[in-house]
């Protein structure tokens, strides 16, 4: 069975008036030399009349910064790429990131201010001085997934670590950006992520189809293994079926989409269409 699959994502945003929009920073485009091959990739925006720059920002995402002169009462973001999603393991290879060799790794190790919630929480899980510090990190993803059961959430925004604790509950950015507090706090660098996810799924039919969604998740950096990605909604290691779109010490600088917007009523959809490519 072929590992090579279409990806058409779409977001689509409704203003009740015309708006002055301003510059809107899209972060949708896969992190270069990521573990993932991708193939193709393209970006369609409308309405026309827009001003598009790709720029790399300072945790070295590539970025689609694009302004419009005249007033919207609408604004479409469409995403296609071709991925291969081949399973791999992910602790053969470290993960090289072109465009991101050069950040200090000191920049993803501010140290953590934690509560009384999340010391508790890391006091279930003894640390020895073994050196065996991925398995360490390993324990802890997979308790963040049993304890913090996944919840959708729309509306924007983060929870703080001591917050996704205290409901045993979170969506996946509440729950990585747990783990990345964590990870700090014990003296690791590590950053959060946001990026797709592709996973198989099984219809009331019995029909196995692939699902595609935003998601997010924490990576950090191990000692002669490099960064790599740990999913805390799974418990696992990340692997071909995640695809990173940016990575950042905040998660709202990770955000897909961020900019500046007349105070108005809006209404946005997200669709996502995946589906496998046969030779």
């Not at 689509?12 to 929009?21: G, I, K």
Request: aromatic content about 10%; charged content about 20%.
């Amino acid at each position: 069975m072929s590992s090579h699959v279409t990806l058409l994502h779409k977001t689509c945003y409704r203003y009740d008036r015309p708006v002055t929009m301003g510059p809107q920073t899209i972060r949708l485009r896969p992190i270069e030399g990521g573990r993932t091959p991708i193939e193709s990739y393209g970006l369609q925006i409308n309405p026309t009349g827009f001003h598009l720059k790709w720029e790399r920002d300072l945790y070295g995402n590539n970025v689609a910064c694009v302004g419009f002169l005249n007033q919207l009462t609408h604004f479409d973001i469409e995403v296609s790429l071709v991925a291969d999603i081949a399973f791999y393991d992910p602790l053969l290879q470290t993960i090289q990131m072109a465009g991101q060799e050069d950040i200090c790794l000191d920049f993803f190790a501010i140290p953590a201010c934690c509560g009384q919630e999340v010391k508790d929480f890391l006091a279930k899980y003894v640390i020895k001085d073994d050196g065996n510090c991925l398995g360490h990190l390993m324990a802890i993803n997979r308790g963040i997934a049993k304890q913090i059961r996944y919840q959708r959430r729309l509306e924007p925004g983060v929870w703080s670590p001591e917050e996704t604790l205290r409901n045993g509950a979170g969506s996946c950015r509440d729950s990585a950006w747990l783990l990345v507090n964590l990870a700090r706090y014990m003296g690791h660098a590590a950053r959060f992520v946001s990026g797709y996810l592709i996973q198989n799924a099984i219809t009331a039919d019995g029909t196995e189809v692939l699902t595609a969604d935003l998601h997010a998740w924490a990576q950090i950096f191990i000692p002669e293994r490099g960064w790599l990605g740990f999913d805390t909604t799974s418990g696992l290691l990340t692997a071909g079926s995640h695809i990173p779109l940016a990575v950042a010490v905040k998660p709202e600088n990770a955000a897909p989409v961020s900019g500046l917007l007349d105070c108005c009523e809006a209404t946005f959809d997200v669709s996502m269409h995946v589906e496998r490519l046969f030779t």
